[in-house]
């Protein structure tokens, strides 16, 4: 096996000066370039201290940079920490507290806010949009490090935090074997070339821009045309250039608001992914009506990166995910039992094979729980395989809310409503969004005699929370349904509350 690293190092000493990076406005950067950058920022790792197993935790903007920084880390055989730029100094606080990190890169302009975490055991650096910032500059006086450790299927490379509905947040952990393995089963799914030239405008620091846009880019030679956010009438002007384009619904539901999307503005292009969410049957539909091209939709999860997608060739049917990727298992199984269900029935969705976590950091308790006894992993999510092997996704086992690609945890958010001054207690849900598949919204209960208002109340939460987490609508109602045994139903608040947000609303 090959690591990412691996494959990255292979393809820059064939490639040489074919553009990896195309960024509009800005200069080109080759794969030599790169193999540059990343031996540059691996020797500044080195000068730190980094060692292999140590984890580099990053909370940067989006840059060729970023991508070297995750490159470096893996070929010094660290462990690689994306975060969200969303997450505020609280939650940043727990991440570095639970991942322990040899180093932390922080945006410049972030600095101040998180100098004050340096220590003996834990060094603090900078790095910008632009390739600014502190590591950079340490990286420039640094000897560039041209070996790299070598690492094995089961090493570890990198983690990413997951949450459930309830309890803490949960690092899952990647190992070199999961990211090649998926990686490898995609190419060949998608037919990925060095003929391709990918639109990236995905965020970096989730399974979805980073483990499978990129990754499948680098290892396969192509070009990416890296764009720091998604803009619909940019990225449409782009495709008469691209190849492919990953996104998540939102991506497409506002591509199909523009009058520029049309059969000649995407007759270059070959593909168009979506995932992260469920995409609407009739965004399926307009799409290819718009411009013959038929959306292909997977299905993945933090801890098992991919794990099916509907076919290349052949019919991809909304509302399916397709089938499981090669190497991997996946099966509808009776919830309490682990016994496969027959066709058509639902019930609870796991998935065994090289792609699936090594478990979850620190917590090996939870980790064995999450697994059967014959090494199945239980996603959480509900579905059925109709009778020609598609998987369908029909729910979920947790309240999960999917916003613009983002999951949102209620009892994260619930938990700090209920500290509010006034508050009784709350519940917090998704509806049907037109444009963020999901939108979050509160349904509180003041105390007996309070007075709450939505404006004051979504502004206590603006500081503490991630803006994707925060509720687009606080709703004051004077009780919470309740089924017979006091537990709060949230299936009759979704069906209740199924149309608050207009197809006219914007974002």
Same mark, same amino acid.
């Given at each position: ?414 938990? $700090? =409503? /209920? +500290? #509010? !001054? ?5 519940? *917090? ?9 999901? &939108? ?35 709703? $004051? =109602? /004077? +009780? #919470? !349904? ?5 537990? *709060? ?9 199924? &149309? ?8």
């Amino acid at each position: 096996m090959q690591t990412i690293y691996e494959q990255f190092l292979s393809g820059a000493e064939i490639l040489q000066g074919k553009t990896l990076f195309e960024r509009p406005g800005k200069a080109d950067i080759s794969y030599s370039r790169m193999r540059m950058l990343v031996e540059s920022i691996a020797g500044a790792l080195t000068q730190i201290g980094v060692q292999p197993g140590d984890r580099v935790a990053a909370q940067v903007p989006k840059s060729p940079e970023a991508i070297a920084l995750y490159l470096a880390t893996l070929q010094c055989g660290a462990v690689f920490l994306p975060l969200n730029t969303a997450y505020t100094g609280p939650e940043i606080d727990y991440f570095i507290g639970d991942a322990d990190p040899r180093l932390f890169v922080c945006a410049p302009e972030t600095l101040d806010q998180h100098q004050g975490r340096a220590s003996d055991v834990l060094t603090v650096e900078t790095l910008g949009a632009e390739g600014d910032g502190s590591l950079l500059e340490r990286a420039a006086r640094a000897p560039a490090r041209e070996d790299h450790h070598p690492c094995g299927p089961r090493d570890r490379a990198a983690i990413l935090y997951t949450s459930g509905t309830t309890g803490r947040s949960k690092g899952a952990v990647l190992t070199h074997g999961n990211l090649a393995s998926n990686c490898e089963a995609l190419i060949d799914c998608w037919r990925f070339t060095a003929d391709d030239r990918l639109i990236h405008a995905l965020p970096i620091f989730h399974t979805h821009g980073l483990f499978v846009a990129a990754n499948m880019a680098i290892c396969s030679g192509a070009t990416m045309v890296f764009l720091t956010r998604f803009d619909a009438d940019e990225v449409i002007s782009l495709m008469a250039r691209g190849t492919v384009l990953m996104g998540v619904p939102t991506f497409y539901t506002r591509l199909l608001k523009s009058d520029g999307l049309t059969h000649e503005a995407t007759a270059a292009m070959r593909l168009f992914v979506s995932g992260s969410a469920p995409l609407l049957a009739e965004d399926h539909r307009a799409f290819s009506e718009r411009t013959g091209h038929a959306i292909l939709e997977r299905y993945g999860m933090t801890e098992t990166c991919m794990i099916a997608s509907n076919p290349y060739d052949g019919d991809r049917r909304p509302g399916a995910v397709g089938m499981a990727l090669p190497g991997v298992t996946v099966r509808v199984a009776d919830a309490e039992t682990g016994t496969p269900m027959p066709a058509d029935e639902i019930g609870s969705i796991e998935v065994k094979g090289p792609n699936v976590f090594e478990g979850y950091w620190n917590m090996p308790e939870k980790t064995a729980s999450e697994f059967r006894p014959d090494g199945f992993f239980i996603t959480g999510d509900l579905g059925l395989i109709d009778a020609e092997g598609y998987l369908h996704i029909v729910g979920r086992s947790k309240d999960l809310v999917i916003s613009g690609g983002y999951n949102v945890y209620p009892k994260e958010i619930e938990a $700090l =409503i /209920d +500290e #509010l !001054p006034g508050v009784l207690e709350s519940a *917090v849900i998704g509806v049907p969004h037109p444009d963020f598949g999901e &939108g979050v919204v509160a349904l509180v209960v003041p105390k007996p005699g309070a007075k709450l208002d939505e404006t004051a109340l979504l502004s206590a939460l603006g500081g503490t929370l991630a803006r994707y987490k925060q509720p687009k609508r606080v709703i $004051l =109602i /004077d +009780e #919470l !349904p309740r089924n017979v045994m006091g537990k *709060v139903q949230k299936a009759e608040l979704r069906k209740t509350y199924a &149309g608050l947000f207009s197809s006219a609303e914007t974002p």
